[in-house]
C-alpha cells in the first residue's frame, strides 16, 4: 500500500476537504498513474452528497482522468512507464456476461466496478476516485491518450465525451438527421461538437438565451430557446433525435411532443427524481424515450482516438482543486463553461 494524498467527502453535508489515501501495491496487470487532470463531473456532486443514496463515505469523487505512467505490473504488456493514460468512469467488470464479451462493459450484468465509490472484485475495498495524486488501475481499463490535444480538454471526454458520443454512435447518427441537444453543459456542449462533426443538423434547446452565440459556435446550427412557446411549436415533430443531457428535473414531454414519427429521445442526464411520462406522448408517433450510459473500452478508445483525429476537445475551466466547493457551488448555478477541470499539481 501508498498513502496518497486526496481530496475527500466524510458526509453529505461535509465540505471536500484533504484526506490521505491509500493505493494498493501493484497486482500483476495494474497501471500505476500519476494524475495530471481530473474533470468534475455532476455525477461527482451527486455522489458526494449522496443525491442517489448509495455512497459509502469518505468518497474520493473523479472519473475523467489524465495522467502519465509510473509504474506497471509484472504481466502489462499495454503499456510502459512514460505513456500518457486516461481512466474514465469504470476500472473493472465480471468480463464474463455476454454483454462484456460484446465490449459492453458499461452494462455488465454483474455490475461494473466504478472508479469511485465502487467495490474491488479481488479484495471488497471502497474504490476512490481521481481527486488525487495517483490511481492504480488494471491495463484492460486504461485508455491511450494522444499528446496532440491539450490534456485539459481531454481530460472530460473520458466521461462527457463518452456519454455523448456512444448514443450518437448507437443510433448511428449522421448526415441528413435532425438532433435537438436539451441543454447546454458538460455533457450538451460535447453532444454538440459531435453531433455536428457526424454531419448532423444540431438544435440547441435551452433556457438561457445568451448561450445562443457559444452554441453556434460550438457547431449547432440552429438555437431554440424552451421558455418561448412559439419557438416549441414551429418544432413539433421535427426531430429524429433528441439528446437529453439535464440533470436536474424538468418536463420530458414537451421534448417528446418535438420529435418526429420513430423519433427517439435519449436520456444521458440524471436527475435525481423518477420523469412524469405521458404515454400518449410516445403512442402519438411511435416515438421512443431511452437512456443511454457510458460507452465500454473498446468504444471509449474509439472516441479518444476520432477526437485526437479532428481535434475535439471539451471547453474547460482550470481551477485549483482547494476551490472544488466552490466549483460545486457554481455547477449547481450553470457557471461554469462547459466542464471545470483540476489541475492536480495545486494538490500538495
Same mark, same amino acid.
Given at each position: ?60 469523487? #473523479?472519473?475523467?482522468?489524465? &495522467? ?5 505490473? *509484472? ?30 462493459? +458499461? ?16 479484495? #471488497? ?31 472530460? !471526454? !473520458? ?25 447546454? &453543459? ?12 457526424? &454531419?448532423?443538423?444540431?438544435?440547441? !434547446? ?16 440552429? %438555437? ?6 412559439? +419557438? ?6 421535427? %426531430? ?13 414531454? +414537451?421534448?417528446? +411532443?418535438?420529435?418526429?414519427?420513430? &423519433? ?15 404515454? %400518449? ?12 450510459? $457510458?460507452?465500454? $473500452? ?5 472516441? !479518444? ?8 476537445? *471539451?471547453?474547460?475551466?482550470? $481551477? ?13 448555478? *450553470?457557471?461554469?463553461?462547459?466542464? %471545470?477541470? $483540476? ?6
Amino acid at each position: 500500500m501508498s498513502a496518497t494524498s486526496a481530496y475527500a467527502a466524510q458526509g453529505p453535508d461535509a465540505p471536500i476537504a484533504p484526506l490521505t489515501i491509500e493505493r494498493r501495491e501493484l497486482r500483476p496487470t495494474d497501471v500505476q498513474i500519476e494524475i495530471l487532470y481530473c474533470g468534475v463531473c455532476h455525477s461527482d456532486l451527486h455522489t458526494a452528497r449522496n443525491e442517489w443514496q448509495h455512497t459509502v463515505y469518505p468518497v474520493v469523487p #473523479g472519473h475523467e482522468i489524465v &495522467g502519465r505512467v509510473t509504474a506497471v505490473g *509484472s504481466q502489462v504488456s499495454k503499456f510502459h512507464a512514460g505513456d500518457l493514460a486516461g481512466v474514465g468512469c469504470m476500472v473493472d467488470s465480471c468480463r464474463e456476461c455476454s454483454n462484456c464479451k460484446r465490449g459492453l462493459e +458499461q452494462y455488465c450484468k454483474v455490475g461494473n466496478v466504478g472508479t469511485y465509490n465502487g467495490v474491488d472484485r479481488h479484495d #471488497g475495498s471502497i474504490t476512490r476516485g481521481g481527486y488525487s495524486k495517483q490511481i492504480v488501475v488494471d491495463q484492460d481499463f486504461v485508455l491511450r491518450v494522444s499528446d496532440s490535444l491539450p490534456l485539459p480538454g481531454v481530460a472530460p !471526454l !473520458l466521461c462527457a465525451g463518452i456519454t455523448t458520443w456512444s448514443p450518437l454512435r448507437h443510433w448511428k447518427v449522421g448526415a441528413g438527421h435532425k438532433v435537438g441537444v436539451v441543454g447546454l &453543459g458538460g455533457l450538451g456542449h460535447m453532444a454538440v461538437k459531435l453531433a455536428a462533426s457526424f &454531419g448532423a443538423e444540431v438544435t440547441m !434547446l435551452s433556457t438561457s438565451p445568451d448561450k445562443e452565440a457559444d452554441a453556434r459556435r460550438l457547431g449547432a446550427h440552429k %438555437f431554440a430557446l424552451t421558455r418561448d412557446a412559439a +419557438q416549441l411549436q414551429g418544432l413539433a415533430g421535427y %426531430f429524429d433525435f433528441i439528446i437529453d443531457t439535464v440533470s436536474a428535473e424538468h418536463d420530458y414531454n +414537451q421534448y417528446l +411532443q418535438m420529435l418526429d414519427t420513430d &423519433g427517439v429521445m435519449i436520456c444521458v442526464g440524471a436527475p435525481p427524481t423518477p420523469a412524469q411520462i405521458a404515454v %400518449f406522448a410516445l403512442m402519438g408517433g411511435r416515438r421512443s424515450l431511452a437512456g443511454s450510459g $457510458i460507452g465500454g $473500452i473498446a468504444e471509449t478508445q474509439e472516441m !479518444l482516438d476520432y477526437c485526437a483525429e479532428h481535434g475535439i476537445t *471539451s471547453d474547460v475551466e482550470v $481551477i485549483d482543486i482547494a476551490t472544488i466547493n466552490e466549483a460545486y457551488e457554481r455547477m449547481l448555478r *450553470s457557471d461554469v463553461r462547459y466542464r %471545470f477541470v $483540476i489541475d492536480m499539481a495545486t494538490l500538495a
